[in-house]
C-alpha cells in the first residue's frame, strides 16, 4: 500500500519528507515522525486504538466501503486530516491464470477476510469476466 502511495505522490509532483521514529501495526496501520510532528495513516480500528477524532470523514468512510473500496485515514495531534481509499482490482492476467488452474482440475475459490457484504458484491463485479 505505501508503494501505491508514494507512486501516486510520484505521479503528481509531491516532494516527500524525511520520516524518522517509523512504527508499524500488522493489518492497522503506521506511525512516524516528519519534521518533529507525529502522524497516523491506518485504518478505523487504528485510528481508535488512538483516540482520533474523525468527525465528517465517517460518513465518506461509509461512502468508500459501499463503492467496494477500504478506507484509510491520515491523522496528527489527535484529529483526521485525511482520508484516501484503496481498491483490490482484478489483474488482467486473472482470467487466464483461473482457466489454466480448472484445466488441471483445480477447484478455484476465492477466500477473504474482514470484508463487508457490499465490497463483496463491488469486487465480483468487477470479477464478472473470470470463469
Not at 21 to 47: H, S, V
Not at 51 to 64: C, G, V, Y
Not at 74 to 87: H, K, L, M, P
Request: hydrophobic share 45%.
Amino acid at each position: 500500500m505505501a508503494e501505491a502511495i508514494v507512486a501516486a505522490a510520484a505521479q503528481q509532483n509531491l516532494s516527500l519528507s524525511q520520516v524518522s521514529d517509523f512504527l508499524a501495526t500488522p493489518g492497522k496501520g503506521i506511525e512516524a515522525a516528519i519534521d518533529g510532528q507525529t502522524y497516523l495513516a491506518g485504518n478505523l480500528a487504528f485510528m481508535r486504538d488512538h483516540n482520533i477524532r474523525l468527525h465528517h470523514f465517517e460518513t465518506d468512510a461509509d461512502r468508500l466501503a459501499d463503492e467496494g473500496k477500504t478506507p484509510m485515514y491520515f491523522a496528527t495531534r489527535g484529529e483526521a486530516i485525511g482520508i484516501i481509499a484503496v481498491a483490490d482490482v482484478v489483474k488482467p492476467s486473472s482470467k487466464k491464470a483461473i482457466t489454466a488452474l480448472k484445466g488441471l482440475g483445480i477447484d478455484v475459490v476465492m477466500l477473504t477476510g474482514g470484508i463487508t457484504k457490499g465490497r463483496l458484491k463491488r469486487f465480483a463485479a468487477n470479477c464478472r469476466s473470470i470463469p
